[in-house]
Structures are given as structure tokens and as C-alpha cells.
């Protein structure tokens, strides 16, 4: 996190843990907006990564699972990274300035997946370089989130996963209610304080709340190398291409989407105990056998947390555990698309 950016939202109040915000000091009002309000979020969770060269569209494209040559100046894109057995290492979301190719993704896995990607390059026309400690990204979702962003920036886009381009802000349109803004750190003071006078602040746990309910998952540390990326419906946001040549683990997505092997999927569920990504499921299904995982989760209140968990779709009707088959009892939620 840029260093005068993090002052900045100190002395908003805020409260860290390492490089993103937890709470500005109200938990309870932070949760509330959340679910009834407008809130306004430092993304200092996501790292971002650049891409830029004569050869980086070929160069992402021959990587990652969607069509990067698709990708316009007006628009964003889910993708994911997999190994060549198609487990995914790594989902991101990605825009572009000008020719050069941002590619967001959580802070905790951007060092190693700079790494990764660039140990590819060799002789390619391409370099990648961290913009995390330049670039400043917000969130602003809930019911005023739009009419604010146009008394403040002007034209809104009206479709998701359109980009708009404001003199040095990149505003993207995440959902219906949803927006992600990132720009360079010295603009980001002035527009926080614009929006905070109608938004509320809130720590990351909201705004990770509301990319539950979305059914936007992000794969973490604690989630590498464990799902086919169908597993956690990245196909269903738009994450996947089938039309484009081959990338790591492509053999293995065309074989679970055209055979008809999917046997768990990404849902959202709701329990009263708290949840961490990586914790395990079990059901009286399959006895002693995990037949799930937590992928993302976020608090409502002080009794409740809502999750995305990947999970065998045959255990749902049986009720579905966390921890033990002792574990609190986890309620399934309905998704903004349909899960087949």
C-alpha cells in the first residue's frame, strides 16, 4: 500500500491488518451498510500487475483461460491461471489503460504470481511490473452508488463489466449497484473525501460481503490448486473462453465442460459461526469424507457469516457441515445466476 494513501485513510479512522483495512471503528454500522446502504471500500486487499509490450495480448492470451484479445479499452474480464492439470492457482480481474494490461488479484498472491507468469515471458516482447504501491482502487456499492458517481465523475457505465475512463480514473461496472474505481494515489484523497460526505466507509468484510452475494469468488492462499475453474463458476461470469487455442490446464476445462464431469460447484451459503477460506465441509453423504470447501467469506452481523463454498452438488440435499459433520449447519443462498 502506498505510504501516504495509508496516512490518508488513517486518519479516516481506519484500523489495519497488514496492508487493508478491517474497520473504520463501527463494525456494526460498517455491517449494516453493507446489506442496506451505500458503502465506500479501500481494495488494498487486491494486488494489481502489469502487463505491458508489443507481445503481452499473446503472451496473456496463451496463458490464461479467457480471450484476452477480446479485451477492448471499454471493457473489463474475469480470467483465472491454472496448472497444466487444471487446478487454478489464481483468478484475476483485468482492464486495460491504453495498450498496457492490469491484471487484479489478492495482495497475499501477487508477488508469487508475478513470479510465476514472468518465468514465461523468456524471449517475449512483454514485462510485468507491480503497480500495487502506485494505484489506488475503491468500491462503491449500494443504492446511491451510481447517482454519486455521476455527480462526481459524470457518465456512468451502464452495462457490467464496462470500463470508463475519467482524466486518470478507470471506473469499472462490476453489477447492478456495484462499482470498482482505481487510479493513481495522489488523485484518491480528493474522491474519498467526495464520496465518504454520502457513502459509508467500511473495511474490507463489506465489500467482501457484497462480491459474495455477487458470486465473484477469489481464490487466496488458502484455495490454490483446488478447483477446476468450473468448480467455482468461472465459466457462469464470464471467466472462460472455449472458443480460443490452448493455455495450462485448458485440455482439462473443455473435458469437464463438454463430458459432463462436474460434480461440484460454487454456491453461497449462510451459517451462524464464522468461516475462513480453506476450512473444510462434510456431509452425512459421505461420512468422514470432505465433500466441500470455503472459498470466500464475510460477516452479516455478530451471529451470522454468508460464504462462497465450492461443494458436491449430490450433498446438498443432505444438509452440508462445517468443520465436522458435527459443525454448524450451513443454509444455501440463491446466486444472481443460475448454477446448473
Known amino acids: 500500500m502506498n505510504p501516504d494513501w495509508q496516512a490518508f485513510l ?19 454500522r460498517e455491517q ?8 465506500l471500500a479501500d481494495l488494498s486487499a487486491y494486488g494489481v500487475i502489469e502487463f505491458h509490450g508489443d507481445e503481452t495480448v499473446t503472451f496473456l492470451n496463451n496463458l490464461l483461460s479467457s480471450d484476452v484479445r477480446k479485451l477492448d479499452v471499454n471493457h473489463a474480464q474475469w480470467s483465472s491461471f491454472s496448472t497444466p492439470k487444471g487446478r487454478m492457482l489464481a ?23 508475478q513470479k510465476k507468469l514472468s518465468m514465461y515471458i523468456l524471449r517475449t516482447k512483454t514485462r510485468a511490473e507491480d503497480l500495487s504501491g502506485e494505484l489506488v482502487l475503491l468500491g462503491l456499492a449500494g443504492p446511491q452508488a451510481e447517482a454519486l458517481l455521476t455527480t462526481h465523475l459524470g457518465e456512468v457505465p451502464t ?33 474519498w473525501q467526495k464520496l ?34 468450473q468448480m467455482a463458476n468461472m465459466e457462469l461470469i464470464g471467466a472462460v473462453s472455449f472458443n480460443k487455442g490452448c493455455y495450462p490446464g485448458q485440455e482439462i476445462v473443455a473435458r469437464t465442460q463438454y463430458l459432463g464431469k462436474l460434480k461440484r460447484r460454487l454456491y453461497r451459503v449462510r451459517t451462524e459461526a464464522t468461516m475462513q477460506a480453506g476450512q473444510e465441509l ?33 450433498s446438498i440435499a443432505h444438509g452440508v457441515h462445517l468443520g465436522t459433520l458435527q459443525g454448524p449447519q450451513l443454509t444455501v443462498l440463491d446466486l444472481p445466476y443460475t448454477v446448473s
Do not use: C, K
Open 32 to 39: 449494516a451498510a453493507a446489506i442496506h446502504g451505500t458503502l
Open 10 to 28: 488513517t486518519a479516516q479512522g481506519a484500523r489495519f491488518d497488514q496492508h487493508h483495512v478491517t474497520t473504520f471503528g463501527d463494525s456494526a
Open 196 to 229: 465518504a460526505g454520502q457513502a459509508t466507509p467500511v473495511g474490507h468484510p463489506g465489500w467482501a460481503l457484497h462480491e459474495i452475494r455477487a458470486g465473484t469468488p477469489w481464490i487466496t492462499a488458502a484455495t490454490q490448486e483446488q478447483f477446476v475453474a
Open 91 to 113: 483468478n484475476f480481474l483485468i482492464w486495460r489503460d491504453n495498450e498496457n494490461y492490469l491484471l487484479q488479484l489478492p495482495r497475499e498472491l501477487r508477488e508469487s504470481m
Open 282 to 314: 462434510y456431509s452425512p453423504e459421505m461420512d468422514g469424507q470432505a465433500i466441500g470447501m470455503i472459498v470466500n467469506a464475510a460477516p452479516v452481523d455478530a451471529q451470522q457469516s454468508e460464504a462462497l463454498a465450492v461443494i458436491q452438488m449430490s
Open 159 to 191: 452495462e457490467t463489466m464496462r470500463t470508463i475512463h475519467h482524466h486518470g480514473v478507470t471506473l469499472i461496472r462490476l453489477g447492478p449497484q456495484r462499482f470498482q474505481l482505481a487510479m493513481q494515489h495522489e488523485l484518491a484523497p480528493g474522491l
